[in-house]
């Protein structure tokens, strides 16, 4: 019988191989805003929020000039970045879609509001809020029934700051 992990352990952060360094830096950074902490020339860069070391690496290499995996192949289905409330949630709504990126899809879970994009090396990418526990869905016998609904973007928006 396996032991549960710590309740305090968390994702620290994920590290993904990308074609072109500056195009990913711009994305995750200029984009998404997260502060880039340290660059290793064209090889590899660590960015963070909130002063961290880093949430998001880069590194090209394995992957310098390289096309996005292909669908049907295993690989990461998605990153997903935890942010603070709406609020904060619909700014980073606000700016993706400043950038022209397209939104892949956006659902309401229950659990949390979601927004779902690719970066420009095509790894999925999911920015989300999540509700308060007390919240959160449960069935008659008190088990979690999280749900996939529509997100309403437009009022989402309307939260931004």
Do not use: C
């Not at 990126?101 to 879970?109: K, L, N, Q, R």
């Not at 973007?153 to 939260?159: C, K, Q």
């Amino acid at each position: 019988m396996s032991h549960p992990v710590h309740p305090q352990t968390t994702v620290g952060h994920v590290h993904l191989k990308v074609a072109d360094l500056d195009r990913a830096i711009h994305f995750y950074s200029d984009v998404l805003g997260f502060e880039l902490q340290q660059r290793w020339g064209d090889s590899a860069a660590f960015l963070g929020a909130g002063g961290y070391h880093h949430h998001i690496g880069l590194n090209t290499w394995d992957s310098l000039g390289g096309s996005p995996a292909p669908k049907g192949h295993t690989g990461l289905y998605h990153s997903a970045f935890l942010y603070p409330d709406r609020t904060q949630l619909a700014d980073a709504l606000r700016r993706v879609l400043a950038a022209g990126i397209p939104i892949e899809g956006a659902a309401d879970h229950g659990v949390s509001e979601a927004i779902y994009l690719s970066d420009p090396d095509g790894n999925g990418v999911e920015l989300y809020r999540d509700r308060a526990p007390q919240d959160w869905p449960r069935d008659a016998d008190g088990q979690l029934a999280m749900t996939n609904a529509p997100l309403d973007l437009d009022a989402l928006l309307s939260d931004a700051p």
